[in-house]
């Protein structure tokens, strides 16, 4: 089992800034890939970024060049850099962890998620 808590939502101001952290416990070891997801009134969940065990990091193109996701070694902590924030990046964020059990079943986890403002 993994279990995920994120923190560091908030109001912000276009062209701000703000980091969220998802702190990760349980089963670090078979943790596979970590992401953050984000989803809008209205609209679907969307993957944000991601970054897998090897290293590999992936971004959709509307957060490209503004958004760093990073981990800690342990995996222990995921988080979200967001700089040069737009009123379309408002919407609620979720950390994401997929792992594969003892039993090769892919398993996927969802914190509660973390609202994100971006007043213009």
């Known amino acids: 089992q993994v279990q995920l808590v994120e923190s560091g939502g908030g109001l912000v101001q276009a062209g701000g800034s703000l980091r969220l952290s998802c702190a990760v416990s349980?089963?670090?070891?078979?943790?596979?890939?970590m992401g953050w997801y984000r989803q809008a009134p209205g609209k679907q969940r969307e993957l944000v970024a991601a970054i897998k065990s090897d290293g590999t990091i992936l971004y959709e193109d509307p957060v490209k060049g503004r958004f760093t996701i990073s981990t800690n070694n342990a995996k222990s902590r995921l988080y979200l850099e967001m700089n040069t924030l737009k009123p379309e990046d408002t919407a609620v964020y979720y950390c994401?962890?997929?792992?594969?059990?003892?039993?090769?079943?892919?398993?996927?986890?969802w914190g509660q998620g973390t609202q994100v403002t971006v007043s213009s």
């Open positions: 349980g089963s670090l070891s078979e943790i596979h890939v």
């Open positions: 994401n962890v997929d792992r594969v059990g003892s039993d090769y079943r892919l398993y996927e986890h």
